[in-house]
């Protein structure tokens, strides 16, 4: 598509609850990242994905949290036994191998754990 | 890790004035970006910009990677200028690195008509 596409657009979640975000990157862009960025704040790097390879998740802030993206397209970040500081926004960037062309994030998916 | 620092804060202009963002950094970067987050969430990448000068349109940005620090201008300011903008860095000095960035806390810009 055009651009970085995310969903759900907003998730609602018990505490406890398990969630699955996903992030449907440009076609052809070969890097994709997550980010979480909480209220007031900027983005925080949780994860990065060179095709289906993920070649950094320093950034996932527990065990709880998984990414994926085993096609090298389409990449999914799973949170397990969601806690109430998990909630934040999830946004999802792509970019070309070559980052001369500089980052397209998405619209974010926004978490709010109750 | 590398520490960004944003200025000012917060910025409130009138509709048609100039203003210059501040974007300080600790440590050589491979790359530079400048961003607009929009009230809807929406980041938008302005420029990449490790070094030199570059201007699209009313927005310009210089980046002098030996003093550590990027500046933003925004000319003749408009209502949609409106948002949060950030600074975003990755640490390096020309080795491999793959985009992964460490953002400034932003800057709050409110334009008003």
């Known amino acids: 598509g055009a651009g970085v596409s995310q969903s759900p657009r907003y998730k609602v979640a018990k505490r406890g609850q398990d969630v699955a975000l996903r992030c449907d990157p440009i076609?052809?862009?070969?890097?994709l990242f997550w980010y979480q960025q909480a209220l007031g704040q900027g983005p925080e790097f949780l994860t990065y994905f060179q095709n289906e390879a993920q070649l950094d998740k320093s950034g996932l802030p527990s065990d709880r949290f998984f990414a994926e993206r085993p096609e090298g397209s389409v990449s999914t970040l799973k949170i397990q036994r969601t806690q109430q500081e998990d909630s934040a926004v999830y946004l999802c960037?792509?970019?070309?191998?070559?980052?001369?062309?500089?980052?397209?994030f998405g619209s974010g998916t926004r978490l709010t754990v109750v | 890790g590398i520490q960004v620092e944003q200025s000012p804060p917060d910025l409130i202009l009138q509709e048609g004035a100039n203003s210059t963002l501040r974007c300080n950094f600790s440590?050589?970067?491979?790359?530079l970006q400048w961003f607009h987050q929009n009230p809807w969430g929406q980041l938008i990448n302005l420029f990449y910009?490790?070094?030199g000068t570059k201007q699209n349109g009313r927005l310009s940005a210089t980046t002098v990677a030996t003093e550590r620090y990027s500046l933003l201008y925004i000319s003749s300011s408009q209502t949609t200028d409106s948002g949060v903008y950030f600074c975003?860095?990755?640490?390096?000095?020309?080795?491999?690195?793959?985009?992964?960035?460490?953002f400034g806390q932003g800057t709050i810009l409110t334009v008003h008509p």
């Open positions: 076609s052809g862009h070969v890097s």
């Open positions: 960037a792509s970019s070309l191998a070559n980052r001369d062309y500089g980052y397209t």
């Open positions: 440590d050589s970067v491979n790359n």
């Open positions: 910009i490790p070094s």
């Open positions: 975003a860095v990755e640490p390096g000095a020309g080795g491999t690195s793959y985009g992964k960035l460490t």
